[in-house]
């Protein structure tokens, strides 16, 4: 029997502003601003989506979920990383790991990663070891730098057995 394993890329970015809270990884941060979207705008979660969606060649997010139908306005992003995670199912794939990039200059998030580790582990069903998360900032440069938005990069390993 051989596994048939398969890669994807995914990106998403948001804009900081006030009044919002900031959710990242599945879990909320302390923060004077958070991210504008219309779900809670968690960046890494939506690019693990993207990132598992193209792998499958399942198209994107915002096929599966559009930003114009009210019933994901305000969603829990942990829940679309659910649905997900069901839809890649459906041709046979499970996820493999993921390894993933935040880009932000604030708030520091290299002591709480190991909390959004344990939650998209969960979330998905899979080994915490399975789930590489990184933290990085862009040296003040460009809208982070400004401290403007936050993005997020993911690649993704995901197999099928057959």
């Known amino acids: ?3 048939k394993i398969r890669v994807g890329f995914g990106f998403d970015v948001h ?3 006030e009044g919002r809270e900031l959710w990242l990884g599945g879990i909320r941060l302390e923060h004077s601003k958070g991210l504008l979207g219309h779900s ?3 960046v890494l979660i939506h690019a693990i989506c993207d990132a598992l969606l193209g792998a499958a060649n399942m198209r994107d997010i915002g096929y599966h ?4 139908k009210e019933e994901f306005h305000d969603i829990d992003s942990k829940i679309l990383l659910r649905k997900t995670i069901e839809l ?3 041709k046979g794939y499970t996820v493999g790991n993921i390894d993933a990039t935040i880009c932000a200059e604030r708030p520091k998030l290299k002591a709480r990663i190991p909390e959004m580790q344990q939650c998209l582990a969960d979330v998905m069903g899979i080994n915490i ?6 933290a990085t900032t862009t040296e003040k ?10 993005s997020a990069y993911a690649t993704v390993l995901i197999e099928k057995k057959g």
Request: hydrophobic share 40%; glycine share 10%.
């Open 141 to 150: 440069l460009g809208f982070t730098g400004r401290e403007e938005g936050i």
């Open 88 to 90: 890649i199912a459906t």
């Open 129 to 134: 070891d399975d789930v590489s998360i990184k």
């Open 15 to 17: 804009q900081l502003v």
């Open 1 to 3: 029997m051989v596994n």
């Open 40 to 42: 809670d705008a968690d």
């Open 65 to 68: 979920f559009p930003d114009n």
